[in-house]
């Protein structure tokens, strides 16, 4: 008796759920569907594969490319939220069921490495050591009590 005004209630509104496929719920904002990159901001830094709780990233920053599992995805979108450079995107829809697995495989540009690293090698071995400093003083130190 207590749960009669409830049953009645379900059994006359509409139902919560939708006859998919022959109805499509619209897209909304901030729908995280089909994944892509814009491969040329892309810096090759390993963030997204690191941060990407299925591990279906791979990058290889010395040849440049960049590729992922789209069966593997599971549309978190972290990947997305923690590029540095905004380049990942995930469109307003989903892939289409398909019957052959793929890889999405993208080819960019390397970044060049930096001058500065390439300069401050000869640099550091101009330098003289710590030890060689060391044993420099102590020879000082000698050379006073005598
Ligand atoms: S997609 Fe973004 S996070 Fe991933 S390697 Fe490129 S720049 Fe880094
Ligand atoms: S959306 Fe999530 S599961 Fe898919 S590639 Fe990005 S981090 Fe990985």
């Known amino acids: 008796m207590l749960f009669t005004p409830t049953v009645i209630k379900n059994l006359l509104k509409k139902p919560a759920t939708r006859l998919y496929p022959f109805t499509v719920r619209e897209p909304f904002p901030n729908y995280r569907g089909e994944l892509y990159i814009d491969i040329d901001a892309c810096i090759f830094c390993g963030t997204c594969a690191r941060k990407c709780p299925s591990q279906c990233i791979e990058v290889d920053k010395e040849q440049g490319l960049w590729s992922c599992d789209p069966h593997a995805c599971v549309y978190c979108g972290i990947c997305r939220d923690t590029c ?26 390397p970044p060049k490495p930096k001058k500065k690293a390439a300069e401050a090698a000869p640099k550091a071995e101009a330098e003289p050591k710590a030890d060689d400093a060391d044993k420099g003083e102590s020879k000082k130190a000698d050379a006073k009590k005598k």
């Open 84 to 109: 540095p450079t905004k380049c990942l995107h995930m469109k307003d829809v989903h892939r289409k069921p398909m019957t052959e697995r793929i890889m999405m495989v993208e080819k960019g540009e």
